[in-house]
């Protein structure tokens, strides 16, 4: 039963940026909607003392920090918050990206959207290190319109979404998987409870070319990305799986033989080749 201000649940997983995780938590602080909690898990970073003090200095009940003593990996420790969330929704922000004011308030006032659709979804934001002003003065990155057959070829949902936080705690994310994590929960949700709604308004700012470490490189990306394509396989048709071979070789950076060019051509791939061949 959806109460008039539900308390909505962020999860944060962090490692080792203070200074990100900062910006990302104050971007928290500014929304318009106040009925938050906030649960950050910090994985074992070595560095933290800044950001413990930051959020010990703030006194504000609803953000919850916990240093974890063991590195377990971002997929445990959004499962760690997942599972202590009380909220009645739940969304996540990456700590080196940051939401504008309204992010919450826009995705409940589609929630009537969650009886028919498993997760709402909204464009985002670009930054490229550069000084803006507004976030709307910063170049729009802009999601694809929902539809299975682009989905079951790549992720055009981006990094977060916004849902009824017992979705999340039944799928939780795949510790076993080494790359495309949230393609992988977002997939499986889609199954389980159908199509997403996708909403216009962009409300999160991705920043990337940060300088700082990234969690999602990995030099395991291909064989979990290998792991996600056999776990999800028997879902695809014959274009999707074509697509999704075809990635797994560009993420090896592996040259195809004629065979293989020939077993995986399609119209959508040549123009990957060939983008690919001109340097794009």
Known sequence: MTTENPLISIYMPTWNRQQLAIRAIKSVLRQD????????????????????????????????????????????????????????FITGIDDDDEWTPNRLSVFLEQKHQLVTHAFLYANDYLCQGEVYSQPASLPLYPKSPFSRKLFYKRNIVGNQVFTSAWRFKECLFDTQLKAAQDYDIFLRMVVAWGEPWKIEEATQILHINHGEMQITNSPKKFSGYFHFYRKHKDKFDRASKKYQLFTLYQIRNKRMNWRTLWTLFSIRNGKRLADGLRGK
């Open 33 to 88: 909607y106040p009925n938050w909690e906030m649960i950050i898990v910090d994985d074992c970073s070595e560095s933290y003392e800044q950001l413990a003090q930051f959020i010990a200095e703030l006194n504000d009940p609803r953000v919850c920090y916990i240093h974890n003593d063991v590195n377990s990996g971002a997929c445990a420790v959004r499962n760690q918050a997942i599972r202590q969330s009380k909220g009645q």
